[in-house]
């Protein structure tokens, strides 16, 4: 029975990984890393297809993200340092440990916020519109996040407080090859020191329903001038904010409340007030491209302004330039169907002129033949009348001299 139950139990609950990290000679492969790795290649492969079916240029997300990825991984390092500074330099921190990011730690509001002042760096250098970049990368880093998040599973981090649901997550002890505990890179023995909410699956869900959500929105509706980057923002937020009421592990709080709940509300509202007063629309191809003139700075606001009406103007002339082709493509359809005919009837004219053109040119010939014909039969019947009666007449007065002899012989019998 207790045999049976245990079986059970482990059939229940989600095992965690037996070990984060594997050494290949003097070299660690964590699992944390290669998360992270694979997730911003996935990242920046997606966001370059967006951006290229928005109308931008080949290789500019590339570019960008030469300059985005340093600034976001700093900045995620230094945001959770930050929040939980007592782990480094508390009393029993080491300060040195903060720059061991392989560890893990890294606040996803300082990678989100470092990684866009390099991402606005690199639109400068290249002159291309950073809202419009955001709104091509968003689905891409929701998913690099969710992709992330699977580190956080190998690293047996960011879990929740202990439950006996189903589908919670074992947690176990790990020791080094000395035997001394170290849930970070050690081994595990297998030995369950105990069951809790997986809240980094809870979050990966959620990001993947977030980015199915923000690419129906975008195709549908045809999201613009960082309007989709701030619905992106606005809903990993949402998701977040439930998701640290469930976890129990150490973290900052201010009033009893962590740290990162009051970070999820304050930007949700910030992220929603820019999509209410953005410019509404979608940047047009042309508006992508590298531009010749230098554009405004964040602060300032007229020229920002200014540049957003043209922006608008421009995509609702695109947007009724793309309602009326349609039109346009069908009359221009029906006038070459009706030059196709005409030209069909010109063919048909000049194929009946040739034909009756030949068919009198026979006509004449023939008409030639005939009048040569009766011209050689009159030659012939007045040669006949000038030379042929003479043998008629020498005829005729044999005739007649036969008579008169006859006659004669008459005449000697009735003598």
């Known amino acids: 029975?207790?045999?049976?139950?245990?079986?059970?139990?482990?059939?229940?609950?989600?095992?965690?990984?037996?070990?984060g990290v594997w050494h290949i000679g003097a070299f660690p492969l964590r699992a944390y890393a290669l998360c992270i790795i694979t997730g911003i290649v996935v990242a920046i492969w997606w966001g370059e297809r967006r951006w290229q079916e928005r109308g931008g240029q080949k290789g500019a997300i590339l570019d960008i993200a030469m300059f985005a990825v340093p600034f976001g991984l700093v900045g995620g390092r230094l945001y959770h340092v930050a929040t939980d500074w007592q782990k480094y330099f508390g009393a029993d921190g080491h300060p040195i440990d903060a720059l061991k990011i392989y560890q893990g730690g890294l606040g996803i509001w300082g990678a989100v916020f470092l990684g866009g002042v390099g991402a606005w760096i690199g639109c400068r250098v290249y002159r291309i519109p950073l809202p419009a970049l955001g709104d091509a990368i968003a689905p891409p880093i929701l998913l690099a996040q969710a992709i992330g998040r699977l580190g956080n599973y190998f690293n047996q981090e960011l879990y929740g407080r202990k439950t006996d649901l189903p589908w919670g997550l074992e947690i176990y002890l790990r020791f080094d090859d000395q035997g001394r505990l170290d849930m970070m890179n050690g081994v595990s023995t297998g030995v369950v020191d105990k069951v809790v909410q997986p809240t980094f699956l809870y979050e990966m869900i959620w990001n993947l329903l977030i980015v199915l959500l923000l690419v129906q929105i975008d195709k549908r509706y045809r999201i613009g001038h960082?309007?989709?980057?701030?619905?992106?923002?606005?809903?990993?937020?949402?998701?977040?904010?439930?998701?640290e009421l469930l976890r129990d592990d150490e973290a900052t709080k201010i009033a009893g409340i962590r740290i990162n709940s009051f970070t999820s509300a304050i930007v949700f509202l910030a992220a929603v007030a820019y999509f209410v007063f953005a410019t509404k629309g979608r940047e047009t191809a042309d508006q992508l491209q590298p531009s010749t003139v230098a554009r405004p700075w964040p602060w300032q606001i007229g020229a920002l302004r200014a540049a957003g009406a043209e922006s608008e103007a421009a995509s609702k002339a695109a947007a009724a330039a793309e309602a009326v082709q349609p039109k346009h493509s069908a009359e221009q359809n029906e006038a070459e169907a009706v030059a196709d005919k005409d030209a069909e009837a010109d063919d048909e004219d000049d194929l009946s002129d040739q034909q009756?053109?030949?068919?009198?040119?026979?006509?004449?010939?023939?008409?030639?033949?005939?009048?040569g014909e009766s011209a050689t039969e009159k030659k012939d019947s007045t040669?006949?009348?000038?030379?042929?009666?003479?043998?008629d007449t020498a005829g005729d007065n044999s005739t007649e001299s036969d008579a008169?002899?006859?006659?004669?012989?008459?005449?000697?019998?009735?003598?």
């Open 356 to 371: 009756g053109a030949e068919q009198i040119a026979d006509e004449s010939e023939k008409a030639g033949s005939s009048v």
């Open 404 to 415: 008169e002899q006859g006659k004669v012989e008459i005449s000697k019998k009735d003598d």
């Open 1 to 19: 029975m207790s045999n049976g139950a245990v079986t059970a139990d482990v059939l229940a609950y989600i095992p965690s990984p037996s070990q």
């Open 226 to 243: 960082g309007r989709l980057f701030a619905l992106y923002v606005a809903g990993y937020c949402l998701g977040r904010f439930f998701v």
């Open 383 to 391: 040669k006949s009348e000038k030379y042929g009666n003479e043998p």
